[in-house]
């Protein structure tokens, strides 16, 4: 079993508590484990979902120099299917299509909407994401395969999809 105290926030507290109660407290957090150990064998790393990344939280100096894509979010999903957790990377992105009355681009139901395009999360692979058509009205959609940036170069690359 596992019990939460979400007003508590720090290691002190919660060992704290364990000093003046009958309660046994222990403090997990996922960046303490060690990534060979994040299995998700332990009722805690299940709880906290803790899982492993190819990229890590960037520190406000660092990233102030070295910068970070603004895809990345867009092209990485969480599947939480089984333990461990897994990351996927990538991801379909298309153009939406152009709606007149409103007079600008949107994204068909069930997609969601990044900084460019349309992402299509039900698309899980490259393979199944490719379209390049002119539709019956004379509009161009696009649909393409995206994985993360991991440099400057590929972040601001003219790229259908990329936002930079």
């Known amino acids: 079993a596992l019990c939460t ?8 507290a ?8 009958s309660v046994s ?3 997990f957090r996922c960046e303490d484990l060690d990534t060979g150990s994040c299995d998700g064998s332990t009722v805690a790393e299940r709880y906290l979902q803790c899982f492993v990344d190819d990229f ?6 660092q990233c102030e120099t070295a910068g970070e894509c603004t895809d990345r ?3 990485r999903r969480l599947v939480d299917s089984s333990y461990p957790l897994q990351v996927e990377y990538g991801a379909c992105l298309s153009s939406g299509y152009y709606d007149a009355g409103r007079g600008q681009t949107e994204c068909a139901e069930g997609m969601e909407r990044p900084v460019i395009g349309c992402l299509e999360v039900a698309v899980a692979s490259p393979e199944s994401c490719v379209l390049e058509e002119v539709n019956a009205f004379g509009e161009y959609w696009w649909r393409t395969w995206l994985w993360p940036a991991i440099s400057e170069e590929e972040c601001v690359a003219e790229v259908e999809g990329r936002s930079g």
């Open 5 to 12: 105290f979400p007003q508590i926030t720090s290691r002190s």
């Open 14 to 21: 919660c060992v704290e508590i364990g000093t003046y109660s």
């Open 25 to 27: 407290t222990s403090w």
């Open 56 to 61: 890590q939280e960037c520190p406000l100096a």
């Open 73 to 75: 979010a867009w092209l």
